[in-house]
């Protein structure tokens, strides 16, 4: 949900060795609002003559100086069929969503010591296919097209640092996450069903060479990925497989913070299925003027 997001960065070209081996085309990342920063309460209520309803609602607290939690939640609706084309199919699909999250960060100025605990919950689904497609009397038959997607998920994720109160260039993170992605789908007479649980964690340890000019990273990486995928046409085909992977990354920053920078990197990493291989990264960058 937009509500939910901070910021959002973005990296053009080959990204970062610190957030794996893949990424060769650049990456995103939705940085979430946090309780401490974010308003203390929030309330948007959305609508418009395509049929979409929407709901962003949240609500922070301080629990006391070191503990904030807040709980998001957000809820959209579109029950009205539009086929302004007259191609007798749906515009846009039919859905219904409730997404639900909750956020604890606490912060200790005094030891170093910050985290955050995410839990999120979705349940969302969607209708799409011909105007007069109706799942009751439809899915299954080649009376009219039509599709359903159903999903569930589930996400925990947390995140722990410690900056030295000695040396704030120096700090020290961790990170977790786990989610299980359930569908159950399926287009005309295909059904295609697919389970994945995932877990992702790393470990980074961040310092300087000599003076802040010249920065460093390094750490640890583990991914775990479990497919539980069917597609069922004539006959079933299961696409079930298992994927996880374990490296080590180092990547060095030199800035003069007036026009050059380069960034060196470099990961060794282990996969079950691809082996063991290297992957080298190096960025520069040059201002002109």
Known sequence: PGSWVE????????????????SISGQINAELVKPATDNKFYLNAYGNLNGRLELNTHYNKKINNKWQT???LHGNHRGVKIDNNNDNFLDTPLAKQINIMNRWQYANNETGWISFLTFRYMNDEKQTGQLNFSPETDKGTTNSWGSEIKTERIDV???LGYVFPELPYQNIGFQFAYNNHDQESYFGLRDYNIKQQSVFSNIIFNSIIGD???KFKTGLSFSY????????DFEP??????????GAFFEYAYDNTENFSITAGIRFDHHNLIGDFITPRLHLRYVAW
């Open 157 to 159: 994720a947390t995140k």
């Open 237 to 246: 085909i299961n696409y079930d497989r298992n994927e996880n992977a374990i």
């Open 70 to 72: 807040g709980i998001y």
């Open 212 to 214: 802040t000019r010249n």
């Open 225 to 232: 990925d479990d497919y539980k995928e069917l597609v069922r």
């Open 7 to 22: 910021s959002i960065q973005i990296t053009k070209g080959a990204g970062s060795v610190v957030n794996g081996f893949e």
